[in-house]
């Protein structure tokens, strides 16, 4: 079992920044987050689950919704199993609850979930 654990949500007026943080655990991570990929989605009231950004896990590899490109940056410590989300010039739009998510770098999809951090974005 994986476990991921969210950290940073909260409440910031548009054109401000947060910065989403994700600890990862567990017997199956092991020592070492090599071989996880990483990845945010998030899920705003009453519409569906969304990506946003993804990491491959050497870092080398980033994917980014046409929504949060330019504006948002992922980044992982493998050495502290921690993947972030750096959020600037934040909207209104961007309001949702975000999920840190992982598997195992080249299967589609995300196996394991965290339980999510509430992003709120006053206009």
């Known amino acids: 079992q994986v476990q991921l654990v969210e950290l940073g949500g909260g409440v910031v007026q548009a054109g401000g920044s947060l910065r989403l943080s994700c600890a990862a655990s567990?017997?199956?991570?092991?020592?070492?987050?090599?071989?996880?990929?990483m990845g945010w989605l998030r899920q705003a009231p009453g519409k569906e689950r969304e990506f946003v950004a993804s990491?491959?896990?050497?870092?080398?590899?980033?994917n980014y919704a046409n929504s949060v490109k330019g504006r948002f940056t992922i980044s992982r410590d493998n050495a502290k199993n921690t993947v972030s989300l750096q959020m600037n010039s934040l909207k209104p739009e961007d309001t949702a609850v975000y999920y840190c998510?992982?598997?195992?770098?080249?299967?589609?999809?995300?196996?394991?979930w965290g339980q999510g951090t509430q992003v709120t974005v006053s206009a």
């Open positions: 998510a992982a598997n195992v770098d080249g299967i589609p999809g995300y196996r394991y």
């Open positions: 567990g017997r199956t991570f092991g020592s070492s987050a090599m071989g996880w990929r």
């Open positions: 990491i491959s896990w050497s870092g080398g590899s980033t």
